[in-house]
């Protein structure tokens, strides 16, 4: 049997759901959005197995913060009404025949990452229901990426255009530019400019930084902060050997009742 396992960022749903409702506090209308949404994407997406994953909203910032202290510190804090509707809202999605997987101890992407790369790598097709653009480091023939909101497929044209590298040069590419959303500062003068021409020229950091050939401008950056580098490379790159716990039988989508 064709398998296709649909993967939701829950809170990448959640909080982009109850950012445009007139009333932040009013949790039954996020709760009845979110729900309407997820009806449209089984619609889109047949999934023959689903399952949402949570980050746990009370949880440190985990093992990149043990790498790079500033990771995420100035992240906002769950609106309070909205932290308080979290279980609610799993009640509800479980009521379409969503069941949810909290992350403990790891954050929500790498739980993500895992099971995804799992699936899609005994060939089957896996669909990850996300805005978040580093889920694309994971794309392959048989993992997507549907930025929902937008109506778009987060494939590797994407990636080009918007970045100027290959999929799996992603974190490579973090790893030079940081990340500012969240902290990651990169190497200190090198821009998406920088990034792009050194990683069109070799496959990685790396390799960039072995080579002879390496512009004497990108040089000197990269010998004063190559450690700063692979730091942010690694903070970057998704974690796909977390234990599960669970098998897919366990997630297999059957409709609600009406």
């Known amino acids: 049997m064709s398998l296709h396992l649909v993967i939701i960022d829950a809170l990448n749903l959640i909080r982009r759901n109850h950012s445009v409702q007139p009333d932040p506090s009013d949790i039954a209308r996020t709760i009845d959005t979110t729900c309407r949404t997820l009806s449209r994407i089984i619609d889109e997406s047949q999934p023959t197995h689903i399952i949402a994953v949570f980050d746990h909203y009370l949880q440190d910032r985990g093992w990149r913060a043990e790498l790079l202290p500033n990771y995420k510190a100035n992240r906002k804090p769950m609106p309070e009404p909205l932290q308080q509707g979290l279980e609610p809202i799993q009640d509800a999605w479980w009521d379409l025949g969503i069941d949810s997987l909290l992350s403990s101890g790891d954050e929500a992407d790498d739980l993500v990452a895992t099971l995804a790369r799992k699936v899609s790598e005994h060939g089957q097709k896996v669909t990850i229901i996300s805005t ?17 909101f937008q ?17 799996e040069q992603l974190a490579d590419y973090w790893g030079l530019t940081g990340i500012s959303s969240s902290q990651v500062p990169g190497v200190p003068g090198l821009g998406p400019k920088a ?8 496959n990685d950091i790396e390799e960039a930084y072995h080579s002879d050939t390496l512009l004497a401008k990108y040089r000197k950056k ?26 897919l039988q366990d997630i297999r989508y059957q409709a609600a009742k009406a």
């Open 195 to 202: 990034a792009k021409d050194i990683l069109n020229e070799f």
């Open 151 to 167: 109506h778009r497929w987060l494939d590797a044209p994407f990636i080009k255009q918007e970045f100027g590298v290959r999929p």
């Open 222 to 247: 990269l010998d004063e902060h190559i450690e700063m580098a692979r730091i942010c490379k690694q903070v970057a790159m998704l974690k796909t050997d977390i234990e599960l716990g669970f098998n």
């Open 132 to 148: 978040d653009k580093g889920y694309c480091q994971l794309l392959s023939p048989t993992l997507q990426i549907r930025d929902y």
